[in-house]
């Protein structure tokens, strides 16, 4: 079983910083892409930023500049530092990784329960 499990989320005024963190847990053998997903209401989910399978970064271009993506292989960990908020990064954030649980195999892809950010004044 694997678990991705979000922290971070909140209330913050326009222009203010959060820090989302997310950890895999479970039986891991590698993790091949990792990183995080938002929503909006009445709006599809899209991708915000993530680690490729080759550990690369890509953002959205909305948020290039103001968030920055980071992770701790250790700890099986990223994390999203979100800096110069604005009402429209108002969404649930989620987690998303491609698994390994084993040496053989293919990997899966994991969902976080989410964590609401909530941009305003």
């Known amino acids: 079983q694997v678990q991705l499990v979000e922290s971070g989320g909140g209330l913050v005024q326009p222009g203010g910083s959060l820090r989302l963190s997310c950890a895999a847990s479970?039986?891991?053998?590698?993790?091949?892409?990792m990183g995080w997903y938002r929503q909006a209401p009445g709006k599809e989910r899209e991708l915000v930023a993530t680690?490729?399978?080759?550990?690369?970064?890509n953002y959205t271009d909305s948020v290039k500049g103001r968030f920055t993506i980071s992770r701790d292989g250790a700890k099986n960990t990223v994390y999203l530092q979100m800096n110069s908020l604005k009402p429209e990064d108002t969404a649930v954030y989620y987690c998303?990784?491609?698994?390994?649980?084993?040496?053989?195999?293919?990997?899966?892809?994991?969902w976080g329960q989410g964590t609401q950010v909530t941009v305003s004044s």
């Open positions: 998303n990784a491609d698994i390994l649980r084993y040496s053989w195999g293919r990997p899966v892809n994991y």
């Open positions: 479970g039986s891991i053998f590698s993790i091949n892409a």
């Open positions: 680690f490729t399978p080759r550990k690369n970064t």
